[in-house]
């Protein structure tokens, strides 16, 4: 296939004329070279993406309007921050191929589900709701949740909708500043929610916005995760949009002073990580994550980064932005020293010695050698390796965890060469991650006495099903944001084709069980919102590469590089 406008020079190098590349010839481009700009975010550009012609797009990537690298490498555009993301799909209905060709079936029938999804709030769209399974008892699957919303929320923004992104910021954003008590218990002021509802009121004819902070939640868990997406969707509203204004707000510039207050306090922790309760990420409920959990690391490292972005430089602005840099700093060095495991590392550990004293220890979190579980050896291919998910004192959780691994590629916490080893470990164990349906949300399932003891016995956590070694479409997004960061897209194609054999004839189900993926969950909600949006935000990924610029980062060279590990577990 061709792409009008568009060529290869006959060096090999890509001449780009517009934008816009067919799924074809995306593994064509070195896709880590999109992210290769100075990292200053331009907060004096006011206008948005539609004021800007598609002449001036065409102007803007044209030959003599990019730049190369000192070494020679591709670079598509010689300022800054802001790529944007092509608008130039219909703002009702179903948007266009980009690529000229008919987009697949598949997608026409998302867009109309998500639609269906959409959450009025006095005549405005605030968000999407969990699912819209009439089938099943609501329980909270009728509520706008944070995490939930971040895939709906770029699925609109690269479809040239942000309106109603900005109102779902704003909307959560007055509903922080509520007073949020569990039983006598205060929470901390930045606290986002877990989600939200809108009680209509026919009798009065008014309506009213009702937040869950975690006072409702199943385990009575308050959301850590939730802030960190708010900061994330905020600044890829601002980069989509070229629209900095909202981020100006004195109303988000507090917001987003206050999450950080809560995550950068200082007190008896000795690691520069988060600790956290179980249940307060996207597995809620209890499943042995507690401590230092990958997923809320990683968010916790995307979320700083952001903000380093967005925050005015006024006075207030500054002292986070120092607090900032210096916990970047170290939080880099804690995940890429102690929670990265490759085949070295692991044997590594395999002859570590215990009850090591001093600052000269190598065995530094004193991990019994023989707590390591028999799988890991079989799982640790030679050339791979992934951040595990937890570390604390004598215990070591090896499990697999896809979001935070992804996490780690987009928001650069993973340096380069760990970002091509997470891919190379997803390659080679394909069958074990992705089998039939894409994507574990960990591997592997905790099973028999550890399941009772981990787990509390919880019968939805059964081996293989919903947290517990499920398989969640949703994770399709961040999977092919990390393909076409790492230069992988076939990656993301071969997941994408798989979901498309069967989400839509399965009602887009909220989750899938057994060890390939095979089975609709036992509990799984269908036409669940956030694996319609996964679809979708995978799908236009793949179209326009130009997208991955709101949702990842580049690698900040300011950031200390992890030295080669000598014979301690240092870095």
């Known amino acids: 296939m061709s792409i009008p406008n568009s060529d290869m020079s006959q060096n090999g190098n890509i001449r780009l004329v517009d934008s816009l590349c067919s799924v074809a010839e995306i593994e064509e481009i070195d896709f880590s070279k999109l992210l290769d700009r100075p990292s200053l975010l331009n907060m004096e550009r006011k206008r948005s993406f539609d004021e800007r012609s598609l002449s001036e797009l065409s102007v803007a990537l044209s030959p003599r309007h990019s730049s190369r690298n000192a070494d ?8 800054p921050e802001y790529v944007f993301s092509p608008s130039r799909r ?10 000229g060709f008919e987009p697949h079936p598949m997608v026409a029938e998302a867009w109309e589900t998500l639609r269906r ?8 769209p605030v968000g999407t709701i969990a699912a819209t399974d009439t089938s099943e008892e609501k329980l909270n699957y009728d509520q706008v949740f944070v995490r939930d919303f971040v895939p709906s929320g770029l699925a609109f923004l690269m479809n040239g909708e942000p309106e109603i992104v900005k109102n779902f910021i704003l909307k959560t954003l007055r509903l922080q500043s509520w007073e949020k008590k569990i039983d006598r218990f205060q929470l901390g002021e930045g606290v986002m929610p877990a989600s939200f509802k809108v009680l209509h009121d026919p009798v009065r004819n008014s309506e009213t916005l009702i937040a869950d902070f975690g006072e409702s939640a199943i385990g009575r868990v308050a959301p850590v995760d939730s802030g960190f997406w708010w900061i994330i969707l905020l600044r890829a509203y ?3 949009t ?5 981020a100006e707000l004195p109303e988000c510039q507090k917001g987003m002073r206050l999450i950080l207050s809560l995550c950068l306090s200082e007190g008896f922790d000795t690691f520069p990580t988060l600790l956290c309760a179980d249940g307060c990420c996207m597995i809620d409920r209890r499943m042995g994550v507690y401590g230092y959990p990958i997923e809320i690391q990683a968010l916790f490292f995307m979320a700083l980064r952001c903000a380093l972005l967005l925050l005015k430089h006024d006075d207030e602005g500054k002292e986070f932005v120092e607090r900032i840099v210096k916990r970047l700093h170290a ?27 001093s600052h000269t220890a190598v065995n530094k979190f004193n991990v019994i050698p023989d707590s390591l579980p028999e799988w890991v050896f079989d799982f640790m291919p030679t050339h791979g390796g992934y951040f595990i998910g937890n570390i604390s004192p004598a215990r070591m959780d090896f499990r697999w965890f896809c979001l935070g691994n992804c996490i780690a590629i987009l928001s650069s916490l993973a340096t380069p060469e760990q970002s091509m080893a997470i891919m190379d470990l997803i390659e080679s164990r394909w069958e074990e991650l992705a089998g039939e349906m894409p994507l574990k949300v960990c591997y592997p399932a905790i099973e028999s006495h550890e399941w009772r003891i981990v787990t509390g016995c919880d019968p939805k956590n059964t081996r293989w099903s919903y947290h517990n070694g499920g398989s969640w479409p949703v994770l399709l997004w961040l999977l092919t944001a990390a393909c076409i960061k790492t230069g992988r897209p076939q990656i993301a194609r071969r997941a994408i084709e798989l979901a498309e054999s069967r989400l839509l004839k399965d009602n887009w189900p909220e989750y899938y069980d057994g060890k390939l993926g095979r089975y609709i969950g036992k509990q799984a909600r269908k036409f669940q919102t956030w694996s319609v949006a996964g679809y979708l935000v995978a799908k236009m990924l793949l179209e326009d590469p130009s997208h991955l610029g709101m949702i990842a980062l580049e690698e900040d060279k300011q ?13």
């Open 72 to 79: 020679n490498s591709f670079r598509f555009f010689d300022h």
């Open 331 to 357: 939080l880099s060095y804690h995940m890429r020293s102690y929670f990265w495991l490759d085949f070295k590392q692991l044997n590594d550990i395999y002859r570590y010695k215990t009850e090591e004293y």
């Open 117 to 124: 999804s959409l959450v009025f709030f006095r005549g405005q």
């Open 238 to 240: 601002t980069k989509s």
């Open 90 to 99: 219909s703002l009702i209905g179903t948007p266009r191929s980009l690529t």
């Open 242 to 246: 070229g629209d900095s204004s909202l």
């Open 559 to 571: 950031m200390k590089p992890a030295m080669k590990r000598s014979n301690s577990w240092t870095c």
